[in-house]
C-alpha cells in the first residue's frame, strides 16, 4: 500500500495568484499522478511527473499553467498558475503500488482550491 | 483509452445486494477492468479489478462477462458507508500506467 499526504488540504486565493501544492507519499515510486476534479465532476488526468524528467502533460493541459516538480522519488508539487475562478477545483495526486497485474492506485486526500 | 459506460446513479436499501453495471463493448485483449470508488469529501479508493475470471475480495464480487464486453460490480450487503461515486476503468497493464476516469455510477443507500 502507499500513504500520501498533501498540503495545503484547501486554500482560497485570489485570481491571477499562484498556488503551489505538494505530495508526499511514504515510500518510493517512479510515477506520481496529478488529477483535477471540478466542482460536481469526475477526475480528469493533468499530467504524469517522473523522477528526472519532465512530466508528460495530457491534452489540455500545459506546463505554463500547471508547472509540475519531481525532484525525489517521495515527492511532487503541481503548481496552479495565474489563477481564475475556473480553476477552483479539488487537485489529487496518485501513486501505484504493488507488483505486475495485482497493483492498485492510492489517492492522496486532495487539495480543495476556491480562486475567488 | 478504451472507454466504458455506466448509468448515472443507481439506489439501494440498507443491506441488501447491489448489482453496478459497466459496459465496455471496445474492451481489448489486454485491458484490466478495474473499478474504484470515491466517498464523499475523499479521494478515490480502490475496490477490485480483474481481467478474465470473476474476481473476490473482502470489498466486493466482480463479474465479468465470458465476452468481456461488460462487467458487474457487486456489494453483497449494501451499508450506507457504500454510498458513493463508483468508477469503472479499463487499464491496458501493458501498454499504459494511466488511469482514466468516467463519470461513475453514483450509488445511493437508504436506511
Known amino acids: 500500500s502507499a500513504v500520501i499526504s498533501q498540503k495545503p488540504s484547501r486554500d482560497i486565493c485570489q485570481r491571477g495568484t499562484s498556488l503551489t501544492i505538494q505530495c508526499q507519499v511514504d515510500s518510493q515510486v517512479t510515477m506520481m499522478f496529478w488529477y483535477r476534479q471540478q466542482p460536481g465532476q469526475s477526475l480528469t488526468l493533468i499530467a504524469t511527473?517522473?523522477?528526472?524528467?519532465?512530466?508528460?502533460?495530457e491534452s489540455g493541459f500545459v506546463i505554463d499553467k500547471f508547472p509540475i516538480s519531481r525532484p525525489n522519488l517521495t515527492f511532487s508539487t503541481l503548481t496552479v498558475s495565474n489563477m481564475s475562478p475556473e480553476d477552483s477545483s479539488i487537485y489529487l495526486c496518485?501513486?501505484?503500488?504493488?507488483?505486475?497485474?495485482?497493483?492498485?492506485?492510492?489517492f492522496g486526500p486532495g487539495t480543495r482550491l476556491t480562486v475567488l | 483509452d478504451a472507454k466504458t459506460t455506466q448509468p448515472n446513479s443507481m439506489e439501494s436499501n440498507e443491506e441488501e445486494p447491489v448489482h453496478l453495471p459497466c459496459n465496455h463493448s471496445t474492451i481489448s485483449g489486454t485491458d484490466y477492468i478495474h473499478w474504484y470508488r470515491q466517498l464523499p469529501s475523499q479521494g478515490p479508493e480502490y475496490v477490485i479489478h480483474?481481467?478474465?475470471s470473476n474476481v473476490n475480495n473482502r470489498m466486493a464480487s466482480l463479474a465479468i462477462a465470458e465476452d468481456r464486453k461488460s462487467s458487474t460490480l457487486i456489494l453483497h450487503r449494501a451499508t450506507l458507508r457504500d454510498a458513493a461515486v463508483y468508477y469503472c476503468?479499463?487499464?491496458?497493464?501493458?501498454?499504459?500506467?494511466?488511469?482514466?476516469f468516467g463519470t461513475g455510477t453514483r450509488l445511493q443507500v437508504f436506511p
Open positions: 480483474g481481467l478474465t
Open positions: 511527473a517522473n523522477q528526472g524528467s519532465e512530466a508528460t502533460y
Open positions: 496518485s501513486v501505484w503500488s504493488g507488483q505486475g497485474s495485482y497493483n492498485e492506485q492510492f
Open positions: 476503468i479499463l487499464r491496458d497493464l501493458y501498454n499504459t500506467d494511466k488511469l482514466i
